[in-house]
């Protein structure tokens, strides 16, 4: 009886566990990517040096077959549209950007090919530690943060978007 118990309680709670579990494939976020990356600044907890230092000098340039290698790690990639915020001076490493999947496209394909080419040294003489490199998606948009100041912050206001 006890077998039987446990065997019920743990399928239990594997269906509670991935009825919870978010993936955000399902999601999409509409609007355009202008838009979207305004939100994420506009929501994001971040710190008064990104505030006062990084925020004020950022700009936001479409990534091009040309310039994706740069900013994504790899060319070839299959996407619908592509932006980049960075600074305009780099006073330190930092990159966000934003990539809408083409319809049908394997998101987890394109996550992980990011992630695995994106470089974290691109930059003259500055560098971002690995572990501060986020990819993740919801539904066909994908994010990629570079920072070793806010990536975190950003990366939680851009999942609230996604609720």
């Known amino acids: 009886m006890k077998k039987i118990f446990l065997v019920l309680l743990a399928v239990t709670l594997l269906?509670?566990?991935?009825?919870?579990?978010?993936?955000g494939?399902?999601?999409?976020?509409?609007?355009?990517?202008?838009?979207?990356?305004d939100k994420i600044y506009e929501s994001s907890e971040l710190s008064e040096d990104?505030?006062?230092?990084?925020?004020?000098?950022?700009?936001?340039?479409?990534?091009?077959?040309?310039?994706?290698?740069?900013?994504?790690?790899?060319?070839?990639?299959?996407?619908e549209e592509a932006i980049v915020s960075e600074p305009e001076m780099m006073g330190s490493p930092y990159a966000l950007c934003l990539v809408r999947a083409k319809e049908g496209a394997d998101i987890e394909k394109l996550k992980s090919e990011i992630k695995?080419?994106?470089?974290?040294?691109?930059?003259?003489?500055?560098?971002?530690?690995?572990?501060?490199?986020?990819?993740?998606?919801?539904?066909?948009?994908?994010?990629?943060?570079?920072s070793d100041t806010d990536a975190q912050a950003l990366h939680s206001a851009f999942l609230a978007l996604g609720k």
Do not use: R
């Open 25 to 37: 494939s399902e999601q999409v976020l509409e609007g355009d990517l202008e838009s979207i990356l």
């Open 15 to 23: 269906f509670s566990v991935s009825a919870c579990s978010n993936t």
């Open 116 to 146: 695995e080419n994106v470089n974290p040294n691109k930059w003259v003489c500055v560098g971002v530690d690995p572990s501060n490199i986020i990819v993740d998606n919801i539904g066909d948009l994908v994010i990629l943060i570079m």
């Open 50 to 79: 990104f505030k006062e230092y990084t925020l004020p000098g950022l700009i936001t340039s479409e990534i091009t077959e040309e310039n994706c290698e740069y900013h994504l790690g790899k060319s070839g990639l299959e996407y």
